[in-house]
């Protein structure tokens, strides 16, 4: 009934959803002028909840309109510099207590009244949330383990059907990277969903506002009224961005229907100001979370968050001492033995120390090889290459083929590579190869349809089908990590040096 004109988009970035003109309709809103007084905005139910409709609230002052001890605990609100969202707050109308979330929008002090689901006032116990968390910290090994926990116990405290911890990737499609769900339920663990499917400006929403609640799909929106403008329209003009009742994109609602869900819960996973991911719930029939829930749901968001950073350095810390460790037994075996380069080449730690499949050098005419690596023509074929490219100079890619087409035939052998030219001239250097790593993305529909266009080539809507749509990703390597690339770039200034003391002790020894 309302905002049909809104929908008429040509892409998905412009749809305007945080001042969508409506909101659902498990609560009510009210916009009260800030240090007025006055009832600018209100949601055309709030008759349903308080017995006054909009004529009756709409330009009165509160204090004529609410009994007054209850209209001063709102002016005291109201006042006040900074207006905390998360203060507990909860408002006695017409024999009722609504839990009340406070914020500030423009001039207005929006008010969002719930009535508690069950009735009454139910706080989480956060000492044993905080406690399981804590557990749950020392027990869980990496990242991913810690995701499946928080998933778990997110499930365990809110009770939706299916809880997904959800990773974008640089281009923001999205990852299911852990799941809790009820055991019937076929499982969404590492599927794959493109960017299109979260829009650019609700992801920025998702960064401002961390909680969104879509409590029941097939909701009517409830139009938001103002003053000088009580049409059944809505007003758009309420920015509602940080509002917890606010209507939802028609657009991800046909989404949700297409997927089968009834209802869902949101939570940012931030990093550096920047979404890592999100926590996402489902639930299959309308769900209406209480408050102090939410908020528990929200603070395991905040507990992921706070060991991201952490797990992941220590990750990238544990792969690196390793890799430290066979650089410097690399380098030992270079400073010590006569003939080095046989040597090397038959150590371990010179593959360990960039995690290599194998390895190269090309010196004086002469290959010496390590591990896996391609016939002779096609190695020094490759090395030809490498050195007539990049001059005196390194290189590093997991995608050979990009600057090399002729790889095509060896990423078997040859499907990421380091190259360092040594300035002993020709085609001198030394490199690491990675072999092919076939990847499968299992993408949940057809990324290149996950936009449609309907008849009237206008409207917009998302794909219908999430059966499994599988990418094969080849002829590329796993990528080079910091520590990988730094340790084949120290032995390969290490073994330059030791060739040119080499070439400079003979020359003494010959004069
Ligand atoms: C919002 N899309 C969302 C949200 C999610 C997803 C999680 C946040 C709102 C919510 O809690 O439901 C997507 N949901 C997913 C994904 C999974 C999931 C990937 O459970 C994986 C398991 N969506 C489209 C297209 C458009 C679009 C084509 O597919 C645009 C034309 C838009 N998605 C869209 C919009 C929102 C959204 C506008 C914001 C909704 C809002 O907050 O009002």
């Known amino acids: 009934i309302v905002n049909r004109d809104i929908v008429n988009l040509t892409n998905c970035e412009s749809e305007p959803i945080h001042i969508p003109g409506s909101i659902q309709p498990h609560g009510f809103l009210l916009g009260i002028k800030k240090g007025d007084f006055r009832i600018e905005f209100c949601s055309a139910n709030t008759a349903d909840f308080i017995g006054a409709g909009p004529e009756k609230l709409l330009g009165k002052y509160i204090a004529k309109v609410f009994p007054e001890e209850q209209a001063s605990l709102f002016a005291s609100y109201a006042n006040e510099e900074v207006i905390d969202p998360a203060k507990p707050f909860v408002f006695i109308l017409h024999g009722t207590s609504f839990n009340t979330t406070v914020h500030q929008s423009g001039d207005n002090v929006i008010m969002e009244l719930e009535p508690f689901p069950d009735g009454t006032l139910q706080l989480p116990n956060l000492y044993t949330q905080t406690r399981n968390f804590v557990s749950i910290m020392e027990k869980s ?10 998933a778990d116990e997110t499930r365990s405290i809110t009770g939706y059907d299916r809880v997904m911890i959800y990773r974008f990737d640089e281009q923001y499609n999205g990852e299911v990277i852990a799941e809790s769900r009820r055991e019937d339920l076929v499982s969404f663990a590492n599927q794959k969903y493109p960017h299109t499917d979260i829009p650019v ?3 920025e929403l998702y960064i401002r506002n961390p ?7 097939n909701y009517q929106p409830v139009p938001l009224l103002t003053i000088d403008d ?3 329209k809505g007003n758009h003009s309420l920015d509602l961005s940080l509002s917890i009742l606010r209507s939802v994109s028609p657009i991800h609602i046909e989404y949700l229907k297409n997927m089968g869900v009834g209802a869902t819960l949101t939570i940012s996973l931030l990093q550096n100001q920047k979404l890592w991911g999100l926590i996402t719930c489902h639930h299959y029939a309308p769900k209406i979370l209480p408050h102090y829930t939410r908020l528990s749901a929200l603070l395991q968001g905040h507990f992921l968050t706070s060991q991201i950073s952490v797990r992941e350095v220590a990750e990238e810390y544990k792969i690196g001492e390793e890799v430290d460790k066979a650089l410097v037994e690399s380098l030992t075996i270079l400073h010590q033995t006569e003939n080095f380069m046989e040597a090397c080449y038959e150590s371990a730690s010179l593959l360990k120390l960039a995690n290599a499949t194998g390895a190269a050098i090309y010196y004086d005419g002469k290959l010496y090889t390590n591990g896996l690596v391609p016939p002779d023509a096609d190695l020094l074929a490759l090395f030809s290459f490498l050195s007539n490219a990049y001059p005196n100079q390194s290189v590093e890619t997991d995608n050979l083929i990009d600057i090399y087409p002729a790889a095509r035939d060896i990423s078997k052998y040859a499907a990421g ?3 360092h030219s040594m300035i002993s001239g020709g085609n001198d250097g030394i490199l690491w190869l990675r072999q092919e790593k076939v990847e499968t993305i299992k993408w949940a529909g057809n990324p290149d349809k996950a936009v449609l266009k309907n008849e009237d080539g206008n409207r917009l809507s998302p794909r219908k089908s999430f059966e499994l749509w599988a990418e094969i990703v080849k002829d590329k390597s796993m990528p080079w990590r910091k520590s990988e690339i730094n340790a084949a770039s120290s032995f390969s200034y290490a073994l330059q040096k030791h060739i040119n003391y080499r070439v400079i002790r003979a020359q003494e020894d010959q004069n």
């Open 141 to 150: 090994t990496g990242l991913l383990d810690l995701c499946q926990e928080v």
């Open 201 to 203: 400006q609700a992801r």
């Open 417 to 419: 590579v380091v190259f």
């Open 211 to 217: 909680l969104r609640v879509i409590a029941d799909i």
């Open 230 to 232: 009580s049409s059944a």
